[in-house]
């Protein structure tokens, strides 16, 4: 089984500032990673993933994550936030074995708040 | 291309009852994935539809089932409905060779009285 834990419930920024979000999971077995953002009232948009390969990956939006074995982490970075990036950021692992049939298992939540 | 449908948006149903909400895939998906995601909480894994049948559960109470149709949407019941019930409930849908790459549709809000 896997675990996630998103340390900031809440990181309040400057817009135009960079920000990190940040991600630890726990897991026996290898492991996809995933940052998910969900505005308001809406369903989850896959932001970035990490499969395998190259440890920095990026995504949409500008935002990218560097995957830390050692340190079990998948931080979320961009380095300058706009208005329109205030929403709730969802970490997510799976077991890269089994197929994929065990679904994500999510952190709790970010909330990013852009202040101007 | 369509997304992820879900129907309804929002439903209110009062304790005891049942419950049915629905989802369509993805154009192209053929393997659909359901999370409950509480107020102020990440979403958590249900159970996985392919090919009809039930893949992979979750730590959900037998309450929850589900099916999938031929044309690969899916439907969620959930019987014998207690207020901690309450929540959204989100549909993925992916390939059956990339099932981590899920796609979600917007949710229905279900609130029980």
């Known amino acids: 089984a896997q675990s996630v834990t998103q340390l900031d419930s809440q990181v309040p920024v400057f817009e135009e500032a960079p920000v990190e979000l940040r991600c630890n999971y726990s897991s026996s077995v290898s492991v996809y990673l995933f940052w998910y953002v969900q505005y308001p009232n809406q369903g989850l948009q896959l932001l970035l993933k990490y499969l395998s390969g190259s440890t920095l990956v990026k995504g949409i939006n500008g935002f990218e994550a560097e995957f830390n074995k050692s340190q079990t982490s998948f931080h979320l970075r961009k380095p300058s936030v706009h208005i329109s990036d205030t929403a709730e950021y969802f970490c997510?692992?799976?077991?890269?074995?089994?197929?994929?049939?065990?679904?994500?298992?999510f952190g709790k939540g970010t909330h990013l708040i852009i202040q101007p | 291309d369509a997304g992820v449908t879900q129907s309804p948006t929002h439903l209110i149903k009062t304790r005891g009852q049942q419950v049915t909400l629905r989802c369509s895939p993805k154009s192209g998906h053929d393997t659909v994935s359901w999370y409950q995601q509480a107020l102020g909480q990440g979403p958590q894994f249900i159970f996985q539809y392919y090919e009809e049948e039930e893949r992979q559960r979750g730590n959900f109470p037998d309450r929850f089932s589900g099916h999938q149709f031929p044309n690969y949407s899916s439907e969620l019941n959930v019987n014998a409905l207690l207020l901690g019930d309450s929540a959204l409930y989100l549909c993925?849908?992916?390939?059956?060779?990339?099932?981590?790459?899920?796609?979600f549709g917007p949710g229905t809000r279900l609130t029980v009285t």
């Open positions: 993925a849908s992916s390939f059956l060779a990339t099932p981590w790459e899920q796609y």
């Open positions: 997510a692992v799976t077991s890269d074995s089994g197929g994929g049939a065990d679904g994500l298992t």
